[in-house]
């Protein structure tokens, strides 16, 4: 059991010297552009429990 124990040891420093030594290339052009994903909705946004929302008019068509 303890050899085991011993030898997975071993493989995780192995491997965590390894992730540590990889050197990602240079990739020009890479630069993702800052901006919202989703546009905003023409509705209102849902600011109380849906029951309450129900008894208001304003959620009302």
Not at 17 to 27: A, K, L, P, Y
Request: charged letters at 35%.
């Amino acid at each position: 059991m303890q050899a085991t124990e011993g030898i997975i040891d071993t493989l995780l420093d192995v491997i965590a010297n390894i992730i540590g030594e990889h050197i990602v290339g240079n990739r020009p052009g890479r630069k993702e552009p800052r901006a919202k994903k989703r546009r905003p909705k023409p509705t209102p946004r849902l600011q109380h429990s849906r029951k309450q929302a129900r008894r208001l008019k304003v959620y009302q068509k």
